[in-house]
């Protein structure tokens, strides 16, 4: 079965608009890291909207969330990192928030609300890109309780969308 998605490019002013948007909510600099001109196609879908820049699918939205996708690696490299201990990362990857009793370490610098990227103790992979409930300090110093509430996660939909992004056919249909 296949589901309709709406697929295309931003005009010059909307995406001078929406790198501000980006620079300001995310606090990427999107021309600095990528150093080209930056086109900026979107894939809407029923759940999420997929930016394209420049060909590759490094930013998605869902609701009023803007976040980096977790195959933007330029963007991943910058982020604050919570680091869980890996009897947390198959409950991260099934969509659940982290707890305070899953974060070995804290890297970097964070206010709530800010976007963090999660990895594994193991082997420092991405495996979610989250919004800090509290603070660094706060974190730091919680012992129980949600932290950091999941946004994108390897296996979600988005990360499926952008897996298959390349059987997007003409007729603009995602093919399952």
């Not at 309709?4 to 980006?22: A, C, G, M, Q, W």
């Not at 976040?67 to 919570?82: Q, Y």
């Not at 890996?86 to 370490?105: D, L």
């Amino acid at each position: 079965m296949s589901k309709k998605v709406r697929r295309y490019f931003l005009k010059e002013k909307e995406t001078k608009k929406f790198l501000e948007k980006i620079l300001r909510k995310l606090k990427l600099n999107l021309k600095q890291i990528l150093k080209d001109k930056v086109k900026i196609e979107i894939v809407e879908t029923e759940f999420a909207e997929i930016y394209l820049i420049n060909g590759k699918p490094l930013l998605a939205s869902s609701g009023e969330h803007v976040f980096p996708t977790l195959v933007f690696s330029e963007a991943l490299a910058l982020a604050p990192k919570i680091v869980v201990d890996m009897g947390a990362v198959p409950h991260v990857c099934n969509g659940a928030n982290v707890m305070a009793p899953g974060i070995v370490r804290v890297e970097g610098y964070f206010k709530e609300d800010d976007f963090v990227l999660v990895v594994d103790e193991r082997h420092g992979k991405p495996i979610a890109i989250g919004e800090a409930l509290k603070n660094v300090e706060e974190v730091n110093k919680a012992r129980k309780g949600v932290v950091v509430k999941n946004v994108h996660y390897v296996g979600d939909k988005v990360w499926r969308l952008i897996k298959r992004l390349k059987t997007i056919d003409t007729n603009l249909t995602v093919k399952s």
